[in-house]
């Protein structure tokens, strides 16, 4: 009877032993289920966040290269224009003087040629001055695709950071995923 009566007590023991460590198991399963279910949920936003960034990268890089066009053809007219309109200034400019020269007996015809190079004068300072305006324009212009050409490469900075993270966030549920692993065969076993 007496031993009847322990081996009672003793299977009483481990079959309280075997509940614990069956509801410490059961815990620890669902809080790793958990925690992968986590950074599944973080894994999923981030890949969104990467694909808004991506979305907007190739936005700025398509704005970048038509204001780069958009310079480039403003520049090259600019600088086509100035230099037509400079050598048609230069050329007028030398017919005038010809024609001063050729008048200069004629006092009124001189005085009359002497004001009318003066209004060219001012007309040609009008023009450059116009033309430098133009010309700083485009250098504006230049200078905020600079500014967009800094921001395009900010973002391709923050797209590279949010790779790391996600690679990080990957590797975390990879090893939650392998203790779960882990956990099912001890479990099993």
């Known amino acids: 009877m007496a031993d009847e009566r322990k081996i009672r007590e003793i299977y009483g023991v481990k079959s309280v032993h075997e509940e614990a460590a069956e509801r410490t198991e059961a815990t620890w399963r669902e809080k790793l289920l958990r925690e992968t279910a986590d950074l599944r949920t973080e894994n999923a936003l981030l890949r969104a966040q990467l694909d808004e960034f991506n979305r907007k990268l190739v936005e700025a890089r398509d704005q970048n290269e038509r204001l780069e066009a958009d310079c480039n053809e403003r520049v090259a007219f600019i600088e086509e224009k100035f230099e037509l309109d400079t050598a048609s200034l230069e050329l007028e400019n030398n017919e005038l003087h010809a024609a001063s020269v050729r008048y200069l007996a004629d006092a009124r015809e001189l005085d009359r040629q002497v004001v009318q190079l003066h209004a060219e ?62 956990m099912t065969q001890m479990k099993d076993e």
């Open 121 to 182: 004068a001012v007309a040609m300072v009008d023009e450059i001055e116009r033309l430098r305006g133009e010309r700083d324009a485009a250098l504006k212009a230049q200078a905020e695709l600079n500014d967009a050409l800094l921001a395009q490469r900010d973002l391709m900075a923050e797209v590279a950071a949010l790779k790391d993270r996600l690679a990080a966030t990957e590797q975390r549920a990879a090893v939650a995923d392998a203790k779960v692993e882990v």
